[in-house]
Each structure stands twice: as structure tokens, then as C-alpha cells.
């Protein structure tokens, strides 16, 4: 499943990453969260382990749906769509609902629709495959995130807060597909 979008001179593309992008699509989504420090530690280290764990396409690849964003024909987004028996479901336990992770904006390309593209790809998959819900999680710092998942009609939901490490608190969001 492909779409597109066309903003200001641009086109945006979401469509499934190929193996030969897998690096380019990790680069991305470490980028995005480096550039908005949600990889630092509040001792101002950071964190490889996760930042290893983002950047590893190719494992998300191999149950889940990893996309990218293509704007001009350069990746500058990523998003990883995950259905019914993907191991990287985290709060969707239903075969009715869906989940998306690791969304990542190339800070090159902010403000420019590229997560809305991959929010709306999300939403129109979760329709065709007849979902109910989608859900997502969220460190609480990430504000614009939880902006974007509100134009998106996603509610806040602290019954899906959850720690997945000691030390890290994400915070829920679901929206019901109508």
C-alpha cells in the first residue's frame, strides 16, 4: 500500500522501505529523535541502546511494516506499522487494533507534512484491514508528537501508560476507526 501527497513544489510518497534503505531509514528516525534530545539521558548521556534499536530496520522489517516517506525521491521520513502478530506491538493486544512505532521526521524536512503522511498512511491501513482502534505510545516530552496525534483524532488514554525499562514512562493514545 503506496500514497502520496503533494505539498507546496514537493511530493510526498509513503511507501513499504526497500533492503537497501534500510540504513538511510534508521539514519532518519535516530536524526529525528537525536535532534529533539529524546535520546539523552538527564545526565546528558546517551542512549545507545535505543538509538542501536531504532536504527535497526531490518529487524522491524521482519514482521512489522517499516515505511518511509520519500519527498523529491529522498527518504526524509519513517514509520513502523505494526498489525496483528507483529512482535513489536507494545499496547495493541486485539486483532482489531494496530499500532505504529517509531515515527521519525529527518529534521531537514520538519514542518513540511511528512508525519501527517505517515499519521493519515497508518489511519487508512488500519481502515482497509477493518481495525478498530489504533493505538500508540509516547514519551511525555515528545509535545509535538502528541500535537500530531491530536489533529489525528487520537485521545489520551492513561490507562495504556506503561514503563517499558526502569526509568522510561510512556504515555497512551488510541483513536477508534469509524
Do not use: N
Request: with cysteine; charged share 25%.
Amino acid at each position: 500500500m503506496t500514497s502520496s501527497q503533494s505539498i507546496g513544489t514537493g511530493r510526498l510518497l509513503v511507501r513499504p522501505v526497500r533492503p537497501d534503505e534500510y540504513e538511510r531509514a534508521g539514519d532518519v528516525v535516530v536524526a529525528a529523535y537525536r535532534a529533539e534530545g529524546y535520546l539523552t539521558f538527564p545526565d546528558g548521556t546517551e542512549d545507545h541502546a535505543y538509538a542501536t534499536k531504532l536504527a535497526d530496520v531490518a529487524t522491524r522489517a521482519e514482521d512489522s511494516e517499516v515505511l518511509v516517506v520519500e519527498l523529491d525521491g529522498s527518504i526524509v521520513g519513517t514509520v513502523t506499522w505494526c498489525a496483528a502478530g507483529s512482535t513489536m506491538r507494545e499496547r495493541a493486544t486485539r486483532d482489531d487494533q494496530g499500532e505504529f512505532r517509531m515515527l521519525g521526521v529527518d529534521p531537514a524536512a520538519a514542518g513540511l507534512g511528512v508525519g501527517t503522511a505517515m499519521v493519515r498512511w497508518c489511519l487508512d491501513r488500519a481502515r482497509a484491514d477493518g481495525l478498530r482502534e489504533v493505538l500508540i505510545s509516547s514519551l511525555p516530552e515528545m509535545v509535538p508528537a502528541h500535537r500530531l496525534y491530536a489533529q489525528h483524532g487520537f485521545v489520551r488514554r492513561e490507562d495504556l501508560d506503561w514503563s517499558p525499562v526502569p526509568g522510561t514512562q510512556l504515555i497512551g493514545f488510541s483513536r477508534t476507526i469509524d
